[in-house]
């Protein structure tokens, strides 16, 4: 099963740098202009422009079996292009509002952006693959354009002694996958992790991922990469200087998926059995959340995908589920345990099949009365006389999917509550 596996082992711990040998051995540079005459003050300036040059939030990821970082183009709000273009194919491709499976013709461009890794950091990945492919002109070869922050760190020792801590400081680390944030949180030297202040993750996971530390109550059981990443925050919060952390998450279409999206291996009419779609109504957010504790969350900033009234979502899963936010980020109805609750708008499961064609499953919205209904009758014919009551009942397991049957008789159980209530003796004047 996916997630089942611990992903603390992914590599071996790097090694810790001696910062007590380099301070003794460190040449305090006395002479020079930038240690002599300027004082430390407007070296973390000098520094602090430096970061910003090279840009303040930094993709994390793994590329040939080691880490490496990339500049985030994405600014504060922006909403996802992806959003726009899809509703855009759904209008001129002329396919049925109403249909929950909509079929569209996609371009390589848009099937590689719909379909990325980063999820909404698309043009991260974009950019990051344009700068590794651009050519150095000075020396026809192809060379990715460096940020100043290996450079500086590398100046000397005092350079790095004081611009370490400036550096974790400054920028905020953004991981779009489970494996690169754990190899850098919990792999890395703590005289590493303990000085970042400000992390940033948007995962898509599969649905056992998200629930497997609620599913498996064995102690012998890994808790899973989730709930670990979850601890291992915690513990950064509690013990060191982390103070800012925003987890944006989603779930994968299907229950072994790596990325948000699925690839169909087969085409239409082939015979073969369709995957499992998986929506974000199907998740259980208060259980996901648990693994969020101690003083983390005081911390947290959590973004989950905006769910609309559908016929699929039955009503019994609201209980599970934080409730649509205010302005302030508190939820209505109640105030969230954590620093502040964001709501985004996501994108439908998609089907990528060989044909160059994308299946988009689509929920209907809740307009009319649900399928799945009970409604009460009451006749009263005068004082002290006995009234008749109608009950009429209609159900449609299939909207309701596994659950349809606990959900009917949830619904039952409720009716036949009003159903005795009504026929108590009342009070005529």
């Not at 590599?11 to 810790?16: E, F, G, H, I, Q």
């Not at 370490?164 to 792999?187: I, M």
Request: charged fraction near 25%; proline fraction near 7%; charge should be positive.
């Amino acid at each position: 099963m996916p997630g089942a596996m611990s992903l603390k082992a992914i590599v071996t711990p790097a090694s810790d740098p001696d910062l007590v040998r380099m301070r003794d051995t460190a040449d305090l540079q006395r002479s020079s202009i930038l240690f002599g005459r300027l004082p430390l003050e407007i070296r973390d300036m000098i520094y602090a422009e430096c970061w910003k040059v090279s840009g303040l939030s930094q993709h994390v990821f793994m590329q040939h079996g080691h880490l490496t970082h990339s500049p985030c183009v994405l600014t504060t709000n922006e909403v996802d292009e992806r959003l726009e273009e899809l509703q855009m194919m759904v209008e001129n491709q002329g396919i049925p509002r109403g249909s929950r499976t909509r079929t569209l013709g996609v371009s390589d461009k848009w099937t590689s952006r719909f379909s990325s890794p980063w999820h909404e950091h698309w043009r991260c990945e974009e950019e990051m693959k344009a700068v590794a492919d651009t050519k150095d002109t000075c020396y026809g070869y192809r060379r990715p354009r460096r940020a100043l922050f290996l450079p500086i760190l590398l100046t000397c020792k005092r350079t790095y002694l004081e611009a370490r801590p400036s550096l974790y400081k400054s920028v905020t680390l953004v991981f779009t996958d489970l494996p690169a944030a754990h190899v850098c949180l919990a792999r890395s030297p703590f005289t590493t992790t303990s000085q970042l202040r400000s992390l940033a993750f948007s995962l898509v996971l599969p649905f056992e991922t998200l629930h497997q530390h609620r599913l498996h109550l064995n102690p012998s059981t890994p808790a899973g990469p989730w709930a670990e990443l979850c601890t291992l925050l915690s513990d950064l919060v509690r013990f060191a200087a982390l103070r800012d952390v925003t987890i944006r998450l989603g779930i994968s279409s299907n229950s072994a998926g790596d990325v948000h999206c699925m690839h169909k291996s087969d085409a239409p009419n082939s015979g073969h059995e369709a995957p499992e779609v998986r929506s974000w109504w199907q998740v259980r957010e208060r259980w996901v959340l648990s693994a969020v504790r101690g003083m983390l969350a005081r911390h947290l900033v959590v973004q989950l995908p905006s769910v609309e009234p559908t016929y699929r979502r039955p009503e019994w899963s609201r209980p599970y589920n934080y409730p649509e936010v205010n302005g302030d980020g508190n939820g209505k109805g109640g105030v969230v345990p954590f620093r502040r609750l964001e709501r985004y708008a996501v994108l439908p499961p998609m089907l990528f099949c060989k044909d160059g064609r994308v299946e988009v499953h689509v929920d209907s919205s809740r307009s009319p009365p649900p399928s799945s209904s009970f409604s009460i009758t009451s006749f009263t014919r005068g004082p002290g006389r006995s009234r008749d009551t109608s009950i009429a009942a209609t159900s449609d397991l299939e909207d309701t999917g596994k659950d349809g049957k606990r959900v009917t008789l949830l619904r039952l159980s409720e009716t036949v509550k009003v159903l005795i209530s009504s026929l108590r003796p009342r009070e005529t004047c």
